[in-house]
């Protein structure tokens, strides 16, 4: 085959809405990594997908062709069904640290590989170094052992997964091609596939702190997800929930994983949308795992744990076994904090109407809670504790907000747009629903499960 002819025409057939063949695909995939395809052509391609889309058997040639340019795991030796979990990515979104524990201790084998954080939203491997001594960067070895002694591990994501993800991943950032149902689906996915678990549990984020900013948009991306993951040979259930306001109290490392030690240690004082998110994702992944044949059973059994005090003995555990120190589970006040605290108070009484989760996210990152490239370091005492969701009636002088600002960053310009991301008005507006709705494979036919 002609090289020059053929990624010519395969982008030439992309920019005339045409459908690319498997053998396309793939073909294309290998020359790209053998570094055969220039940068500016893979631009070109990307560009011509965003714009012309691709068709559902498109997609799945192009997830299975990316999952397939690196290491894909093999999880035979855990027993059980394995589950995996994928939040598409919001602000304050720690469920992770609750659900895979809880996930853990109800017997469903789960090892959670989390990316580090870019742009306004958290990544669980920062959230977690803020640990004293936890270890991310274990083995495969390590981490299929430790699931397979206490049910859960939650490592950094290994870099030879998925490797084609990481090089399309960087020309998107820079084209402007990050929006596009399909590239998403592929990305997200054949990063999943690689790691191997039998079931995929989605947190599809909806509103202004997320990825997609549309209910239709969200639909989109779960039913692409669920479709392409049936086609893969994986059930999976998609939620679709709110992120118009920031997940919880806190915003910022080690802020969110005292708050996720908190509601394991003292469940009756956790933050109630938080704690509804955990409990909804925990139920319908026992029902994927086929442990619990309905999501009241799963509530049951999420309530059974937390409340006994199982939840926070598994993330102990598990923080035991990756070096980390146990007693934060039971004292989150020993995890590492800053003293120099900045009070946010209401300037009007009045019924909070918007906390504009993005510009939280943005603003976290601007006092050194998160990082714009993936190369900058984050300082795990950084960040928000909101006080206030909402619908909430606060009076003037209030203090709505905590922004814990460790490197004195904070200044005037930041401090008024903090200030107008959280809008209080006399009138006070209907709350948006944390659940929009969910989508499931289970127990349908690929066609059956799209509602
Ligand atoms: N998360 C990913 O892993 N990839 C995307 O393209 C978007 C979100």
Redesign the pocket.
Known sequence: MNREHFVYDFLAAKKAGKEHSEEEIRTFFSMMMKDDIPDYQISAWLMAVCIKGMTFNEVVHLTLAMRDSGRTLNLDSIPGIKLDKHS??GVGDKTTLVIVPILAAAGVPILKMS?RGLGFTGGTTDKLGSIPGFRTGLSIQEAVAQVQRWGGAMVSQVSDLSPA?KRL?AL?DVTAT?DSIP??TS??LS?KLAVGADVILFDVKIGSGA?MRSLDEGMELARMLIRVSKAAGKDSVALLTNMDEPLGRAVGNALEVREACELLTYPHSADRRLLELCREMVANGLTLAGKKKSINEGYEEFDRILNSGDGARSLERIVSAQGGDPSIVAHPEFIPSTDNIIEVRAERPGYVTQIHAGECGRIAMAIGAGRSKLENDVNPSAGIVLNCHIGDYVERSQVLTLLHDPMGLMNDEILARFRSAIVIKAERTASTPLLYGELSSLNSTEEECIP
Do not use: A, H, P, Q
């Open positions: 598409t990515g990316g993800d991943y998107r990050v590239l998403i990305s997200i990063k990825f």
